[in-house]
Structure formats: C-alpha cells, structure tokens
C-alpha cells in the first residue's frame, strides 16, 4: 500500500511540477527579453511558487495548507532556488542559450525537489 501511495503522490507532484514548472518558465521567458536572467527567474519562480504551495497541499498530499508547511516548503524551495540559480548560471556560463538554459536545470532539481517536499508534507 505504501509503494502505491508514494507512486499516486509522485505522479501529482510530477503533474503540478508540470503546471508549475510551465509557469514558471512562460514567466521566465517574457521577461528574460527586457530584464537581467537572474531577475525574471527569480520573478518565474516566486510566482510559481505559490501556484506550487497550494496545488502541492491541496492535490499532491491530500491536506491543507498551513503556515508551519508554508515555511518548511519555503525552505525546502530556498534550497531547491538557490541550485536553480546557481545551474542556470553554470548553463549560461557554459554557453547554453538563455532561453534554453533553464531545461538543464529543471531536469536537475525537480527530482531534488519532490524529494524535499515531500518531506516537509509527510513528516509526523
């Protein structure tokens, strides 16, 4: 029951992922074209965030939102930002164009990812 629990919850996280993931780079992609890289990212993905918090909590758990899991999901995502723009930076260092460079990173940190937050929404 428990590998058919993880597995109901890793397929919504990867849906919300998707959905937060897709804002997060629409957002990233329109304002990359008038702002620093750093800067529209950094806007992406504040802006997804909270879109993520609530479809995460409500969705990918099954529970409802609260501040102590507001706080631990920020710092779960504090973590999780600060390798986003650190590999968008490598990426972009590397040559990468910027309005490819932040693929690499999803594919790194959204397995980091639901690994934190899942932690945050399942601890007793």
Do not use: D
Request: avoid cysteine; charge should be positive; charged fraction near 10%.
């Amino acid at each position: 029951m428990r590998n058919k629990q993880w597995i109901g919850e890793a397929v919504r996280f990867g849906i919300v992922g998707v959905g937060a993931t897709a804002l997060h780079y629409g957002i990233y992609y329109l304002l990359q074209q008038v702002i620093n890289v750093n800067v529209a990212y950094t806007v992406g993905y504040a802006v997804s965030f909270v879109a993520n918090f609530y479809a995460t909590s409500y969705f990918t758990f099954g529970t409802s939102p609260s501040w102590k899991k507001l706080f631990g999901m920020g710092a779960a995502h504090g973590v999780n930002y600060l390798l986003h723009i650190l590999l968008l930076n490598v990426f972009l260092w590397m040559g990468i164009p910027k309005v490819w460079a932040p693929f690499p990173v999803f594919a790194v940190v959204i397995p980091v990812n639901f690994l934190l937050v899942r932690f945050v929404f399942k601890r007793k």
